[in-house]
């Protein structure tokens, strides 16, 4: 099974810097640790799925 070429790369610092696989020249967002765990929980607790 592919990958659907939607992926995402996340390096872990200070910062939990994230960017597009797809454009790694483009922008890199960078989010606090807090911030980060927030996220973390929202997609783990499936908010986020798109209706099937």
């Known amino acids: 099974m592919g ?3 939607e992926c995402v790369e996340v390096a872990a610092g200070e910062l939990m810097l ?3 696989s797809k454009d790694p ?3 890199v967002l960078g989010f606090g640790a807090g911030a980060w765990e927030a996220f973390l929980a ?3 607790s499936g908010r ?3 209706p099937r």
């Open 3 to 5: 990958n659907g070429g």
């Open 18 to 20: 994230t960017r597009d």
């Open 25 to 27: 020249d483009g922008p």
């Open 42 to 44: 929202t997609v783990k």
């Open 48 to 50: 986020l799925d798109l």
